[in-house]
């Protein structure tokens, strides 16, 4: 199996949405655009990309949303060295179709008492829901590895919560240290390294906004 040496994730940067939750009511999610801001965030950060993988192949992942695909475009990595695929399955929480500001507002108060996890928006996905999609995937990926051939980097472009819930997953983290964690920036990056001892790591953690609160010994 040639597993990667490096994984790396990293959320869309700035978009028209982040800036303007009104945009919800005219726009669909999937096609908001990167602001001029997104796209320097996503410069900045292809420059780190670039340096870190070299000259070495990467297996490039993007979830299907307008924002991912102007980030990974603003990365600017050599179209020699990368193979792409569109993954529907990192794409963000759906929060339903057309979104009424003030219901949406509501509805996030409503999440943040109940749990990110577990909370499921009218019409749309719970926290939960999108663990199951990207374990899913992660499925497919760990099959990838098993072609001898399989370039040494992984990159996802994707959104916060299902950066999070990978990392969740790929760690067994229990879903009181999932709700203990904050998402990260735009454009931000997480990266899982294989060490010598054959297990990943992550350079750095998620930043936590409380202590986690667990229910049993899991935790």
């Known amino acids: 199996m040639a597993r990667p ?20 009511e005219r726009e669909p999610d999937h096609a908001l655009a990167l602001t001029d801001r997104g796209r320097a965030q996503a410069e900045e950060t292809g420059k780190a990309l670039r340096e870190a993988f070299g000259r070495e192949r990467v297996s490039v992942y993007v979830s299907p949303y307008r924002r991912t695909h102007e980030t990974l475009r603003a990365f600017h990595l050599d179209p020699d060295l990368i193979r ?18 003030d219901d949406v507002r509501l509805q996030k108060a409503y999440r943040d008492a ?5 909370y ?15 374990g899913n995937f992660l499925e497919s990926l760990f099959r990838s590895f098993e072609d001898p051939d399989h370039p040494p980097n992984v990159l996802l472009v994707t959104h916060g ?38 297990k990943y790591t992550l350079d750095r953690p ?4 409380r202590d986690p609160e667990p229910y049993g010994i899991t935790g």
């Open 206 to 209: 998620f930043e936590r906004w």
């Open 161 to 198: 919560l299902a950066m999070r819930l990978f990392c969740m997953r790929w760690f067994h983290w229990t879903v009181a240290e999932f709700e203990s964690l904050s998402n990260p920036g735009n454009a931000e990056m997480r990266m899982l390294v294989l060490g010598e001892d054959g």
């Open 114 to 118: 109940y749990g990110h996890f577990f």
């Open 5 to 24: 040496r490096r994984i790396v994730l990293v959320r869309h940067g700035e978009s028209t949405g982040n800036v303007d939750d009104t945009v919800y």
């Open 120 to 134: 499921r928006f009218a019409q749309g996905e719970s926290g939960a829901d999108v663990y199951d999609r990207v």
């Open 84 to 101: 792409i695929r569109e993954e529907p399955r990192l794409r963000e929480q759906d929060w339903g179709n057309w979104q009424d500001r």
